[in-house]
């Protein structure tokens, strides 16, 4: 399974926006690139995928650069609600898996 | 049920204990997952089932770990003679279909709470 880099940790000021980035240098034309996040003390919860173009949801934006070798969550007013883990992950197109293999993700600091 | 449901929710135990953890995963989700998440790290894929079939277990760490999933909707992960090397957060999740592919909003996982595992 191709990888993923992320940074160990970010810090942001809240109500700003919040540009997490990722790397996926071995990415193949196929892998779709998603994103979870996990609040302290619960379990890992979906935010946001996409192959190729860039993509919107009520949560975040997701850029992916045009060689996809690269993608940047962005949270566009960041809330002290949204101090997690995230996590970038690439999942493959295959038919009967959905199975998800986590890094060690970007912990989100937020301060008032 | 409106999420996925896991229990206990904390379980303490001697080591050498067999444990039994469960998860009831969201009504009509054909697949479920097993990870196992130690403080501090991401969690880590175990095995999972399409209906009741156990489609990868490559995840177990050794074969004191089982799991079963025998009607297709709630699955046990069983852990044999415990060690305290086997604490940790044991999370459960679900997903409607694995056939919709990795592009499909029907394929992504709802975790839940998890259960503290905790071997003396």
């Known amino acids: 399974d191709a990888k993923t880099t992320q940074p160990n940790s970010m810090e942001s000021n809240e109500e700003e926006p919040v540009h997490l980035p990722c790397n996926h240098s071995?990415?193949?034309?196929?892998?779709?690139i998603h994103w979870y996040r996990q609040l302290p003390s619960q379990g890992p919860e979906y935010v946001i995928h996409g192959l190729t173009s860039n993509v919107n949801n009520r949560m975040a934006s997701l850029a992916i650069a045009e060689d996809r070798k690269s993608s940047t969550l962005i949270l566009h007013r960041a809330t002290l609600r949204d101090a997690a883990v995230y996590y970038c992950?690439?999942?493959?197109?295959?038919?009967?898996?959905?199975?998800?293999?986590f890094g060690q993700g970007t912990t989100l600091q937020v301060k008032p | 049920g409106a999420g996925v449901s896991q229990s206990p929710r904390y379980k303490v135990t001697k080591r050498g204990q067999d444990v039994a953890l469960r998860c009831d995963p969201i009504s009509g989700h054909v697949s479920l997952y097993w990870y196992r998440q130690a403080l501090g790290q991401g969690p880590e894929f175990l095995t999972y089932f399409n209906y009741e079939a156990q489609q990868d277990k490559s995840g177990l760490p050794n074969d004191r770990f089982s799991a079963e999933r025998p009607e297709g909707s709630i699955s046990t992960l069983t852990i044999q003679r415990t060690e305290q090397r086997d604490s940790a957060m044991y999370r459960c999740?679900?997903?409607?279909?694995?056939?919709?592919?990795?592009?499909?909003?029907?394929?992504?996982?709802?975790f839940g709470a998890g259960s503290r595992l905790t071997v003396l």
């Open positions: 999740a679900s997903s409607l279909a694995p056939g919709a592919g990795a592009g499909s909003g029907a394929n992504v996982l709802t």
């Open positions: 071995t990415i193949s034309g196929t892998d779709y």
């Open positions: 992950i690439l999942r493959v197109p295959s038919s009967n898996t959905g199975k998800l293999i």
